[in-house]
């Protein structure tokens, strides 16, 4: 019960939040590029209704930018560092042999690299926007699940029903389709709810540093950098999306919190 109770928690408060990130011109009077000459460093008013940047931006046009790039690279990078560990995982434990070997070595080798350190490094080599940074956050978030699925499918392929299908004739492929991947489902739907708080939170670093989202685009972590020197004179400019950014991670949490306790057996012991 208490697993529903967060996981429903979680699901609304990023809905809530969701919504009008991918709305947002539909939500705020401003456009996130806009300039308002004629209101710099303006408090919380009818015009701009979170205030101003000490450039004249509206600050919830671009804490709602910011929150949909965040979301989008948290939602892509948990998606697909899942997907590679999901491949990986069975492949090395359905295989084995020299299959199992090479790619569990390859997940050790990227575990022992400081792997904030190596995203700072690649990401401020890359242009192109958010979407680049989805497959360089990805390829450091996929060992750890890689590791429980290849224990969970040295497990399922001596069950009956994977040695029938293997005598019967049908390929590796098939049989880890059919056979293999529904017993790993939940355990790939609570990885990915949890990889996308730790991909925002990422993201938003290395923005918060200059090497994630670059001007003219903004995600949170950029909007938080650029309000906080002006932290205790334009509260509105640094808290907006300091705030934004807490409870998107806050919901996430809880989905994935809630969904582990309600699809993980061991969880609810």
Do not use: K
């Not at 303006?42 to 209704?49: I, L, T, V, Y």
């Not at 046009?61 to 790039?69: F, P, Q, S, V």
């Not at 990227?110 to 360089?136: D, E, I, Q």
């Amino acid at each position: 019960m208490t697993g529903r109770r967060s996981a429903v928690a979680g699901a609304v408060l990023l809905v809530l939040l969701a919504l009008p990130a991918f709305a947002g011109p539909l939500v705020s009077p401003w456009g996130w590029d806009e300039t308002d000459f004629a209101a710099f460093r303006q408090g919380p008013s009818g015009d701009h209704w979170l205030g101003t940047t000490q450039s004249g931006r509206d600050v919830l046009a671009l804490t709602l930018r910011g929150a949909r790039n965040s979301l989008s690279v948290g939602l892509c990078a948990a998606v697909l560092s899942t997907g590679i560990a999901a491949v990986a995982g069975t492949a090395a434990g359905f295989l084995g042999g020299r299959a199992d070997r090479m790619l569990m070595l390859g997940a050790d080798l990227l575990l022992v690299l400081p792997s904030f350190l190596v995203v700072t490094v690649l990401a401020s080599r890359l242009t192109g926007g958010w979407p680049v940074l989805v497959p360089v956050l990805a390829a450091f978030m996929w060992m750890v699940t890689a590791r429980a699925v290849r224990a969970a499918t040295l497990s399922l392929r001596e069950r009956e029903h994977v040695l029938a299908a293997r005598f019967l004739g049908l390929g590796a492929p098939r049989v880890v389709a059919r056979h293999v991947l529904p017993h790993l489902a939940s355990l790939l739907v609570v990885d990915a709810s949890l990889n996308v708080g730790v991909a925002i939170a990422a993201e938003s670093g290395l923005s918060y540093l200059g090497f994630g989202v670059r001007p003219p685009d903004v995600s949170l972590g950029a909007v938080i950098a650029d309000g906080q020197g002006g932290a205790t004179a334009l509260p509105w400019a640094f808290g907006s999306a300091a705030g934004t950014l807490v409870l998107i991670v806050v919901a996430v949490n809880l989905l994935g919190d809630g969904l582990r306790d309600l699809l993980d057996p061991e969880a609810r012991r």
